[in-house]
């Protein structure tokens, strides 16, 4: 069966569960998850008091940067930051940065103002904030994680909204990325502005489709690599996987791989750059994109998914649905004239809560496997391309 791009893919053979086992029933993972919970707030606990008072703009609306004794003061959290992924077992952690740079390097001289990465895992986050303070580019929703919400306040971040009660609260990201990287103040503004363009994390072994907002300004960025050398436990943060439990099997480790690498400043378009974080990583190719992980994360269940998303793209796909179920004729036919009647435009669509509708009229009535759901999708979408 093909392996989804929104699903994690570790192994959970018998050693990997007795060694969980082992580290649950002997407290390493528990003591070592604590510490990491302790390590994690309590950085962002200091980068909460040690930014209080701090604004990216002065009142003329220029960029400033963080002042010279907040900076020092920031390296504690960073350090912070260190320990908590050291607890993970990410002991080391392998990059091309000088030795002199470690704890700075995202603020170098004459560095890039724009960071491109692959983004796999919230493991990302916190190497990025141990090698400088960035300004990232996120999901709104961030906000309302317990601290870490906090914290992503007062890093002058650019909030990007993910549904249309948050687009009327928000400035536009596009402008505001346009003015980050363009105002004639931002040269004296030392944090680069990081942007993962796949817009999610995702299995590690695929690079989702890159959004263009990040290059529309065509101007030199710095490329990084998130390179996560794993056998059993794979540190993909996906939709099947809670962060929580990510986190704790990650407790569940000897030791936990990676490697980052900084390729040359580039300018390369979108379409350019991804062939090389392709090749350099070995990676799938997909035709997949944040857009479709939203869906998916809107409605967990799979099947539901599928019938939501592939229904809105018209009739024909009903075909495909009998190919993947069990629904006999006469069921199918029952199912033909719902949708009918759910089309009230008569475009041979089903549209906004009438999709829904359907799409709980088939949830009740097929014997979709879940098994399938994946192929099934992709049988879906390569018919549509």
């Known amino acids: 069966m093909i392996q989804s791009p929104f699903d994690n893919s570790h192994k959970n053979n018998l050693y990997n569960k007795i060694k969980i086992f082992l580290f649950t029933i002997s407290g390493i993972a528990i003591i070592r998850f604590i510490l990491f919970l302790f390590f994690g707030s309590l950085a962002c606990l200091l980068f ?18 963080i002042g010279s004794i907040r900076r020092f003061l920031l390296f504690i959290p960073q350090i912070l930051s260190r320990i908590a992924l050291f607890i993970l077992g990410y002991y080391y952690i392998s990059d091309n940065i000088p030795t002199s740079f470690k704890f700075n390097y995202l603020e170098r001289p004459n560095a890039p103002k724009l960071i491109i990465a692959n983004h796999v895992s919230f493991i990302d986050t916190f190497y990025f904030i141990c090698r400088g303070i960035p300004s990232p580019v996120a999901s709104y929703n961030v906000l309302s994680l317990p601290i870490i919400g906090l914290t992503f306040k007062k890093i002058s971040p650019i909030l990007v909204p993910t549904n249309e009660k948050q687009k009327l609260l928000l400035p536009d990201p596009k402008e505001q990325i346009t003015e980050r990287l363009t105002h004639p103040s931002i040269e004296s503004f030392k944090r680069p502005l990081i942007i993962f363009p796949e817009g999610s994390t995702k299995n590690s072994k695929y690079l989702f489709k890159f959004q263009n907002g990040a290059f529309m300004n065509k101007i030199t960025y710095q490329p990084v690599l ?37 390729l040359e400043p580039s300018n390369q378009s979108a379409t350019e750059i991804r062939k090389v974080f392709i090749s350099n990583l070995n990676l799938i190719d997909s035709n997949y994109s944040n857009h479709d992980n939203n869906i998916l994360k809107f409605n967990l269940d799979k099947k539901n998914y599928i019938i939501n998303h592939i229904f809105e793209n018209g009739l024909f796909t009903m075909n495909f649905y009998k190919k993947y179920t069990d629904t006999s004729s006469k069921d199918f036919n029952k199912l033909i004239n719902i949708f009918y009647k759910l ?35 992709e049988a879906i979408k390569n018919s549509i391309n």
């Open 343 to 377: 089309d009230i435009e008569n475009i041979g669509k089903v549209k906004g809560r009438f999709l829904n509708d359907f799409a709980q009229v088939l949830t009740n009535n097929n014997k979709l496997l879940s098994d399938k759901y994946y192929s099934f999708y």
């Open 226 to 262: 998130f390179n996560y050398q794993f056998e059993y436990l794979d540190p993909s943060w996906t939709l099947d996987t809670s962060d929580y439990v990510l986190l704790y099997l990650m407790c569940c480790q000897f030791y936990n791989k990676l490697e980052v690498t900084y």
């Open 48 to 65: 909460n008091i040690f930014l209080t008072g701090y604004s990216s703009k002065d009142a003329n609306g220029n960029f400033v940067n």
